[in-house]
């Protein structure tokens, strides 16, 4: 073909996960609510092992790590595609299409290497627990971050300058969500062989080295549970591990099934599908299968809570009390009513300080007591 009939396209096409113009707003409703949803408790672990001195551990490193690379996922494409149904435009700029690629590569290595990177971590602390101290320690797991981060990036970088080689025929028009690497490789009128073969090679070992490496790590776990005498140290080591294996699957099945496998059998709906759960729902269910089924994390989700929570209470509280003496029934009644809103539904700590200055305001009114020092009620709700 010659370089005549090629065209150097300047934007594309995305045809999202319907064409129909009445499934918009019904595809707008379902992934609005996932994405704030998938955004907000991966924002929320990372805040909560942040504050916890006791989540300050390499597990949670690589956890909070995770969520990070989650929230930049998400974020990477279903903002894009809300917009575009929000302004009933489809278009995404050359440009705009080899970001994306990149930061999806990169995003979808990471969560590679860091759920790896976890797996590996479970080996040491059951199968060799005396080394976990050095074996996990700050140094390492830096390093450990750090070459992912290297890794997927160069990996990413490598695909980019790949895809921006080559020329566009005329149609431009993708039927996915975002721009990925399969349906732009069908739409390019050169040579896509070199392409190809890197989707292969480099991105079949960074694919199957670290899948190999979680499946021997959980080989070694599953022996070492076997040996365990009690029944319930083996069933906590199970399910800890099992909220990790399915992630693991729904993670490379829906990899393994997009790019790894043969180009005629490839179908627009079933890879947009699988691209919608590696990308989408499995950064937004991490938070739930890594923390509600963990102790510590709900510990630490609930000890901020009621921080924030007595934070906002107690300075309420010192502004109630100040209050008083003033002889002001309509400040007085505005005030307790701030109050009341701010404890309805929160936790028995929240509300028993709203009791007690309650109960201490109408004490001092009734056998006219001097007020009692509020910094101290403060500082004590804060602390619990």
């Known amino acids: 073909m010659e370089m005549g009939n090629h065209t150097s396209a300047s934007q594309f096409i995305l045809l999202g996960l319907s064409s129909r113009p009445e499934r918009q707003e019904l595809i707008f409703g379902l992934f609005l609510p996932i994405y704030l949803v998938g955004a907000a408790g991966n924002l929320l672990i990372i805040l909560a092992i942040g504050s916890d001195s006791r989540l300050h551990m390499p597990m949670y490193f690589f956890l909070s790590s995770l969520s990070l690379v989650d929230v930049c996922f998400i974020s990477a494409t279903v903002p894009k595609m809300l917009a575009n149904i929000q302004t009933q435009t489809r278009s995404i700029s050359y440009g705009g299409c080899l970001a994306q690629i990149y930061f999806c ?26 080394h976990y101290s050095t074996m996990m320690s700050l140094p390492a797991c830096a390093l450990m971050l750090g070459s992912a981060w290297l890794v997927a990036n160069l990996h990413s970088l490598l695909h980019t300058l790949l895809m921006a080689r080559l ?28 392409n190809q073969l890197m989707i ?9 080295i670290p899948f190999l490496s979680i499946l021997i790590s959980y080989v070694h776990i599953v022996s070492a549970v ?49 691209s ?24 630490a989700l609930w000890k901020l809570e009621r921080e924030e929570a007595g934070l906002r209470v107690g300075s309420l509280g010192v502004k109630h009390v100040k209050g008083r003496g003033q002889d002001n029934p309509s400040e007085d009644a505005s005030l307790q009513a701030e109050l009341e809103k701010e404890t309805k539904g929160k936790g028995l700590i929240t509300q028993a300080f709203f009791v007690e200055v309650r109960a201490q305001d109408a004490l001092s ?17 804060e602390s619990n």
């Open 276 to 299: 919608v759960m590696y990308m989408v729902v499995t950064p937004t269910l991490n938070p739930f299968i890594y923390c509600l089924r963990n102790k510590d994390m709900k510990g």
């Open 365 to 381: 009114k009734v056998f006219h007591l001097p007020p009692p020092s509020w910094d101290v009620k403060v500082k004590e709700s």
């Open 226 to 274: 076997l040996r365990v005498p009690s029944a319930r140290g083996k069933q906590k080591a199970f399910s800890t591990c099992g909220s990790h294996l399915a992630v693991v699957i729904l993670f490379y099945g829906t990899i393994t099934g997009v790019y790894l496998s043969p180009s005629p059998s490839h179908s627009a709906d079933k890879d947009s599908l699988a």
């Open 105 to 130: 590569i990169l995003l979808a290595n990471m969560d590679n290497f860091l759920l790896t990177a976890m797996a590996y971590d479970r080996y040491v602390a059951i199968c060799q627990p005396l």
């Open 167 to 194: 020329d566009f025929c005329a149609s431009n028009v993708i039927p996915y969500f975002f721009c990925d690497l399969v349906p732009l490789l069908q739409l390019s009128c050169s040579n896509t062989l070199p």
């Open 200 to 208: 292969l090679l480099v991105g079949g070992l960074i694919v199957l």
